[in-house]
C-alpha cells in the first residue's frame, strides 16, 4: 500500500527534471484569445486535427495544446528529459 507524502518528500515524476524556476504559462480552461493576449503570437501553430479538433501552439520554452478554443495542457519544455 502506498504511504501518503510528508512534509519533507520529494516527489519525482518521470520525464521531468525537479527546478526551482517555474515559467508563467497559459492555464488549463482559458481561451485561445486570452492566450494570445497574454503571451503574444506563438513561434509556431499546428492544427486542428482530428476529434475533438486539438491545436498545439509553439512558444520558445512551452507548448499549449487545446481542444476547441481552450486550453488543455501546457508543458514546460525546460523541465523534460528527452530521450538520447
Keep these: 500500500m502506498l504511504q501518503p507524502a510528508s512534509a519533507g518528500d520529494n516527489l519525482v515524476i518521470p520525464g521531468?527534471?525537479?527546478?526551482m524556476d517555474t515559467q508563467m504559462m497559459p492555464q488549463r480552461g482559458i481561451s485561445m484569445?486570452?492566450?494570445l493576449s497574454e503571451f503574444g503570437e506563438p513561434d509556431e501553430?499546428?492544427?486542428?486535427?482530428?476529434e475533438p479538433p486539438i491545436s498545439?501552439?509553439?512558444?520558445?520554452s512551452f507548448r499549449v495544446y487545446?481542444?476547441?478554443?481552450?486550453?488543455?495542457?501546457s508543458i514546460d519544455l525546460t523541465t523534460l528529459i528527452m530521450p538520447q
Design 56 to 60: 498545439e501552439w509553439v512558444y520558445g
Design 45 to 50: 501553430r499546428f492544427g486542428p486535427v482530428g
Design 16 to 19: 521531468h527534471v525537479a527546478t
Design 66 to 73: 487545446f481542444e476547441h478554443n481552450l486550453v488543455l495542457h
Design 33 to 35: 484569445d486570452d492566450v
